[in-house]
């Protein structure tokens, strides 16, 4: 996929979100990457680079105090490559894309891997 039309489904993603969710949105990148770093594999404990489609650094908003402020900018990166590599398909692309942005998202709220699993796992992804 041209990386243009993968940056707007990602845009997209993002301008699809409930308004709520999008005005807490504070102090945050979202980008692209065609792959990930060594350093960003081993910062989640990965080896292989098929194997991270996004990720999620910095301070999550439920770990936030008075103290929070003049920091960088927190950072979701999404990897193309990889994402493209597990769907087939153009379709299973943009569904995997908005559940990737999604889970990144959701750890900037504070929820940690083994929450937003239980959370797939119960509405039955």
């Not at 989640?44 to 996004?54: H, I, Q, S």
Request: hydrophobic share 35%; net charge negative.
């Amino acid at each position: 996929m041209l990386p243009e039309k993968f940056e707007r489904l990602v845009i997209d993603t993002v301008a699809g979100m409930p308004a709520e969710f999008k005005e807490m949105l504070d102090n945050i990148d979202i980008c692209i990457q065609d792959w990930p770093s060594g350093q960003q594999l081993k910062s989640v404990g990965l080896r292989d680079k098929y194997d991270l489609l996004g990720l999620y650094e910095g301070t999550p908003r439920t770990r936030r105090d008075q103290n929070y402020n003049l920091v960088l900018p927190d950072k979701i990166t999404i990897f193309q490559k990889p994402l493209e590599a597990q769907c087939p398909s153009t379709r299973e692309l943009k569904e995997e894309i908005v559940r990737t942005v999604k889970h990144e998202i959701a750890h900037y709220f504070g929820l940690d891997d083994e929450r937003l699993d239980e959370i797939e796992n119960r509405a039955g992804r």
